[in-house]
């Protein structure tokens, strides 16, 4: 081996140990990573959908008939964990959150799909700003863009130890 080749042996080493997946950056609540300009967008957007989608229920107030109120909560009650844990899972590129969101979001449409009337009351009388808002918030319309993002994500997951040079850098 030359002696340039041993210097430039060792940095070659290093960038494919930070590339594996056994050695993965730790899972953070918001990692700033997902901020910088290299970041993949569809990644970026089905996190921030995901927690819409966990959280942004809770600010609104559907009127609905009993049955279907209740059955709406309960669908909301349940998501809400599987939706923000995979969410912060995306940003932080794990593919068990990937796949995880994408059966989470099939799920979530399958009751969409079961209870048709549940859409149009989450939108209620709402303008049509808001009511684009609420489906992709809480509706059907934001897993439809989340199942549109997952080749994207798939091909990102387990890439974080890309990120690992613009962590540690001190510039």
């Not at 927690?51 to 909301?76: C, G, H, Q």
């Not at 303008?127 to 059907?140: D, K, R, S, T």
């Amino acid at each position: 081996m030359t002696r340039k080749e041993k210097q430039t042996a060792p940095a070659e080493h290093s960038e494919k140990t930070a590339m594996t997946s056994v050695n993965p950056l730790p899972l953070v609540l918001f990692p700033k990573w997902r901020m910088y300009r290299g970041f993949p967008w569809p990644i970026w957007a089905a996190g921030w959908l995901a927690v819409f989608k966990a959280l942004l229920w809770l600010a609104t107030d559907p009127v609905a008939p009993s049955p279907i109120a209740e059955r709406m909560a309960a669908k909301f009650l349940i998501m809400l964990i599987p939706f923000l844990v995979t969410g912060i899972g995306v940003w932080n590129l794990r593919k068990w959150a990937v796949w995880g969101l994408m059966v989470t979001s099939v799920l979530d449409l399958l009751f969409f799909v079961a209870l048709p009337d549940a859409a149009r009351i989450i939108t209620g009388n709402s303008f049509i700003g808001l009511a684009v808002v609420l489906l992709a918030g809480v509706g059907p319309l934001g897993d439809v863009l989340i199942l549109a993002a997952t080749p994207s994500m798939l091909k990102h997951a387990g890439k974080s130890g890309h990120f690992r040079p613009l962590l540690t850098s001190k510039g």
